[in-house]
């Protein structure tokens, strides 16, 4: 029999694993050498066509061996990918990582821990509890639940759980604010018009009422609206409110929305994922004034934190509001072992296993500390207002408005929708640019949203030729 292939943990992975990374960096190189842009050319069908060309059977009878394999199958995703390294791909909230972060990754990968029991993970889930800790008091300071001082490693201190994105982080919240009430009855959801679409599928995964919208006329929650809807509205309520819109990157007012909860009883959570990074930077954090008043707050550090998917958290004031994620399997958290000292993670996850994603973000924080990252969050939102001064001054475009965070809606000027539409996907099938779209004031806008810190002037400039060159058409 021959031997088996190698392992990437114990002494000898690293070994294993230094000519494979070669490999790895050079396919990199080569598949986006090829693909020459943001993105491949040619649209879904080209690109499906040239992946199966260059990658041939799935599951052959007999196996091309480590090196070929690896070679072919990352040089092929690199060719075809959309690469947010580039700085004209530019549509969605999906950074381009830092090498820093991405090769931590890959420590997690070799070492792989799971994250649903000490013995599978002592270390990781160490850090996990340090720098989850550390983040939570970032959001909420030194004040703890009801007002009373709590710092990190006290009980009773705001907590953070380590989520797969802002999507599972307001599941989260929502399911534990239905625990934190059941005895009141069902948990009325209220949301903006502008919050993200995670919320209400949270309200129907959980079996809840739908959601009652609240008018967002500028981009935004509105306060009075808000007021009216709770007045009357009977049982446990949940606002959700948003600190960085999907769309356009607006921040709800959130000291006068925990104004009107807490004059209604009405529970709030801040959906930060893309907003939480101003906590970093010194000058613009007082955008998130009030957000210390949620009872739970989602972060995403794949968004405004550099990191390769997944990074996200759920900060949670009252850490016992976390009651209700209590699990027992014998196997994983026996009752004899949780007293005899050995942490219990179940309950600090819906999932079971999980990767200890915490490294990437603790290598991060660590590396560049908050200075650091509040000079990234800083320099990606000068270059949005920078943008946005630009197409303000350009008779050929329309701005939607200056910038809150790093998000720039604009439109050729005079044009209607369905020819913004195409010149999107023009751009798209020519492999030139990737812009996203929204739509807001009844119109359809083009969205940039920058996550790029290496992007220049020229870059952005450029951009705007390749729109205004499929305009003329």
């Given at each position: 029999m021959s031997n088996p292939p190698p392992l990437a943990g114990g002494p000898q992975g690293p070994q294993a694993l230094r000519p494979l990374l070669n490999t790895v960096l050079d396919a990199l190189h080569d598949g986006a050498t090829a693909r020459g842009g943001p993105l491949p050319a040619g649209g879904p069908h080209t690109v499906t066509a040239r992946l199966r060309e260059l990658t041939g059977d799935p599951l052959p009878h007999h196996g091309t061996g480590p090196d070929t394999a690896l070679r072919t199958l990352v040089q092929a995703l690199a060719e075809g990918a959309a690469d947010p390294a580039d700085p004209l791909c530019a549509a969605h909230l999906h950074c381009p990582p830092l090498a820093l972060a991405t090769a931590a990754d890959l420590a997690a990968s070799a070492l792989n821990p799971s994250m649903d029991s000490w013995d599978q993970a002592p270390a990781a889930s160490s850090l996990e509890t340090l720098v989850t800790d550390a983040l939570a008091h970032e959001v909420y300071g030194d004040t703890g639940h009801a007002g009373r001082p709590a710092h990190p490693g006290q009980p009773g201190h705001p907590q953070a759980l380590v989520t797969t994105g802002g999507t599972e982080a307001n599941q989260l919240a929502v399911l534990l604010a239905r625990e934190a009430h059941a005895s009141q009855g069902p948990l009325q959801l209220i949301t903006g018009a502008n919050a993200h679409h995670s919320l209400p599928r949270a309200a129907w995964l959980l079996g809840l009422p739908d959601p009652v919208t609240v008018p967002a006329p500028t981009g935004t929650l509105d306060p009075a609206a808000l007021d009216e809807a709770l007045t009357d509205l009977p049982g446990p309520k949940l606002v959700a409110a948003t600190a960085g819109t999907t769309d356009a990157g607006l921040i709800d007012p959130l000291p006068e929305i925990a104004d009107v909860c807490e004059a209604h009883g009405a529970r709030l959570h801040v959906d930060a994922a893309y907003g939480a990074g101003l906590l970093f930077s010194p000058t613009r954090r007082t955008q998130l004034t009030g957000l210390d008043r949620a009872a739970t707050v989602a972060l995403d550090l794949h968004k405004?934190?550099?990191?390769?998917?997944?990074?996200?958290?759920?900060?949670?004031?009252?850490?016992?509001?976390?009651?209700?994620?209590?699990?027992?399997?014998?196997?994983?958290?026996?009752?004899?072992?949780?007293?005899?000292?050995?942490?219990?993670?179940?309950?600090?996850?819906?999932?079971?296993?999980?990767?200890?994603?915490?490294?990437?973000?603790?290598?991060?924080?660590?590396a560049l500390g908050r200075t650091g990252l509040g000079a990234?969050?800083?320099?990606?939102?000068?270059?949005?207002?920078?943008?946005?001064?630009?197409?303000?001054?350009?008779?050929?475009?329309?701005?939607?408005?200056?910038?809150t965070l790093s998000t720039v809606l604009f439109r050729p000027h005079g044009a209607p929708d369905e020819h913004i539409a195409h010149i999107r996907r023009t751009l798209l099938t020519q492999g030139r640019a990737v812009l996203g779209r929204a739509r807001i004031d009844g119109r359809l806008w083009l969205k940039a949203t920058l996550l790029n810190p290496h992007t220049q002037p020229g870059d952005l400039a450029q951009l705007l030729k390749l729109v205004e060159g499929n305009t003329a058409r």
């Open positions: 405004l934190g550099w990191q390769p998917v997944a990074a996200g958290l759920l900060a949670v004031r009252d850490p016992a509001d976390l009651a209700p994620l209590s699990h027992h399997a014998d196997y994983l958290n026996a009752d004899d072992d949780t007293e005899a000292g050995l942490p219990d993670l179940l309950g600090r996850s819906l999932r079971t296993t999980r990767r200890p994603d915490i490294l990437k973000i603790a290598v991060t924080l660590k990234l969050v800083d320099q990606v939102c000068d270059q949005a207002q920078e943008f946005a001064a630009t197409l303000h001054a350009h008779p050929g475009f329309d701005l939607y408005d200056t910038p």
